[in-house]
């Protein structure tokens, strides 16, 4: 037990940003299901973090009412900005959402409420490993119920031919819109999670860098499965500590990662699919030997 809590005095932080980071991977997860390339995930997690953080801090919410206060504010900023950014696709709507993000990042810097530059100090350390652990959880139980739905045929339907999804009688936009809204309440909640075990937070943890994280984690894990997401965020977290002194590099290696990983494995390290192929291929070689 004192190894146990040695252990988690020193690196119980560590194991928290790998809960927050499946999280975060799998709200992209969400809106790639249908099709959509947001950068938006990372201003989603700020605004979910200092909504629940400005809850707690000066209207003493309780823990549980912050995190709601968290999901629901990223959700309403989706829904508005949903309608006309979701008409585009593809690489310009990757530039729109990160237009949004910067723009979002700049109100942050901006705002005395939000402490401006400075950030949020003094945050209450409301978080524990059970929050994320049951979080994190219940997404993957509510997408994995999503994928296998009605909802989940209709994502999949839109993100393989959008012209044929509208052809069989699917609502493309309002799907679309569903998506997009449901990944920014996963990012909120994230966001929300996060701001309560760190103790402080600021602007520049929200911006390009963390948006171009998250879609590393997603696509570094692969797409195909809730299984992708979860292995690549936790690669990701562990990974700098692991090659510390590549620190100085981070964003570097992150972007070689990512082009390896599209260039060789564009399913990403988690295939079900290439796994099954792999053992059928050893079995049909062991069945033919002699």
Request: hydrophobic share 55%; net charge positive.
């Amino acid at each position: 037990m004192a190894a146990f809590a040695d252990f988690w005095a020193t690196y119980s932080t560590l194991v928290y940003s790998v809960g927050i980071h499946a999280l975060l991977a799998l709200s992209l997860w969400l809106t790639l299901s249908c099709g959509l390339l947001s950068l938006a995930n990372a201003a989603f997690m700020g605004i979910g973090a200092y909504t629940a953080a400005l809850l707690t801090l000066n209207l003493h919410w309780p823990f549980p009412a912050a995190l709601l206060g968290g999901a629901v504010a990223p959700a309403v900023v989706a829904l508005i900005i949903g309608a006309p950014t979701l008409r585009l696709s593809g690489v310009y709507l990757a530039m729109a959402t990160l237009a949004f993000g910067e723009v979002t990042r700049i109100l942050i810097l901006n705002l005395q409420i939000t402490g401006g530059p400075e950030g949020l100090n003094g945050i209450p350390l409301l978080t524990t490993g059970w929050h994320i652990v049951v979080i994190l959880a219940v997404a993957g139980y509510g997408l994995a119920r999503i994928r296998r739905s009605r909802l989940g045929r209709a994502f999949e339907a839109i993100r393989e031919d959008e012209v044929a999804a509208r052809l069989m009688g699917i609502n493309v936009e309002s799907h679309k819109l569903a998506a997009f809204t449901l990944g920014a309440v996963l990012a909120g909640v994230a966001g929300a999670l996060n701001a309560h075990f760190t103790f402080f937070i600021s602007p520049r943890e929200y911006g390009f860098e963390n948006a171009v994280d998250i879609l590393t984690m997603t696509i570094l894990g692969g797409t195909t499965s809730l299984i992708g997401p979860v292995l690549g965020a936790t690669i990701l977290t562990l990974l700098p500590e692991l090659m510390r002194f590549l620190h100085a590099y981070r964003l570097a290696v992150n972007g070689l990662i990512l082009v390896v990983v599209v260039l060789f494995l564009p399913t990403g390290l988690w295939d079900a699919r290439r796994f099954r192929q792999l053992l059928k291929n050893r079995r049909a070689r062991k069945g033919g030997q002699p």
